[in-house]
């Protein structure tokens, strides 16, 4: 297995308030995502990082913000949760050659759960 | 935007009968690749296979066998003799070759049943 740890897995926040989610990868991959899980959608895209410091935004990114200061290291901050960021969000590398075509290795995702 | 679209919100089998699962994308691009994953109840996300925009060749894996038609933009999952630790939330996904941005189907969530 690949991997990639997610904190916390569980948390349940007031709206307004701010909220940051880590993820941890000990495969030394290049490429890092962020999707959130909801019923009726899969999963989408918040944002990615093809490298320290470099991120671009996906397809539901506006109430996101995403840092990533060391390889291993990919955090996303939710800066005043609102209750429509209820969701399971899920922390996703892939090895560098060809993102497009390389499979991803997701963690075990985060329940977080805006009063 | 690249497109899936997985019309069957759930399924529910009887154990040892066949299912399959159907994926239709849309692309505008030529190179784009094609996944399946799986989520059992336990939550993680557990690839099961890729194919290329280059490549139609079915494939067989086991009890698991893949028909990917461009010609009717479909990549179809088929499980024969179907188990109950086969039930699961099954994801269809497509890539661009463009871009980075992996786009999900809605999941189809399948039951076999002892």
């Known amino acids: 297995d690949a991997g990639i740890t997610q904190s916390p897995r569980h948390k349940v926040t007031e709206t307004g308030t701010p909220v940051t989610l880590r993820c941890h990868q000990t495969e030394n991959h290049r490429y890092m995502y962020w999707y959130r899980q909801d019923p009726g959608h899969g999963l989408r895209l918040i944002h990615y990082?093809?490298?320290?410091?470099?991120?671009d935004k996906g397809e539901v990114s506006d109430g996101y913000s995403v840092s990533r200061s060391k390889t291993e290291d990919f955090l996303l901050t939710l800066e005043s949760a609102t209750s429509s960021q209820t969701s399971v969000y899920f922390c996703a590398i892939s090895e560098s050659i060809s993102p497009a075509y390389n499979e991803q290795f997701f963690g075990p995702g985060t329940r977080l759960t805006v009063l | 935007a690249q497109k899936v679209t997985q019309a069957q919100t759930e399924i529910s089998v009887v154990e040892k009968e066949d299912v399959t699962l159907d994926c239709v994308y849309e692309?505008?691009?030529?190179?784009?690749?094609l996944f399946w994953y799986k989520q059992p109840p336990s939550g993680e996300l557990v690839f099961l296979i890729r194919?290329?925009?280059?490549?139609?060749q079915n494939e067989i894996s086991g009890r698991y066998s893949w028909n990917f038609q461009k010609s009717t933009s479909s990549f179809n999952f088929t499980i024969t003799a179907s188990q109950v630790v086969d039930s699961a939330v099954y994801f269809c996904a497509l890539s661009e070759a463009r871009n980075n941005d992996m786009r999900f189907g809605a999941g189809t969530r399948l039951t076999v049943k002892p």
């Open positions: 990082s093809y490298g320290v410091k470099d991120t």
């Open positions: 692309t505008r691009d030529t190179t784009y690749y």
């Open positions: 194919r290329n925009s280059f490549d139609e």
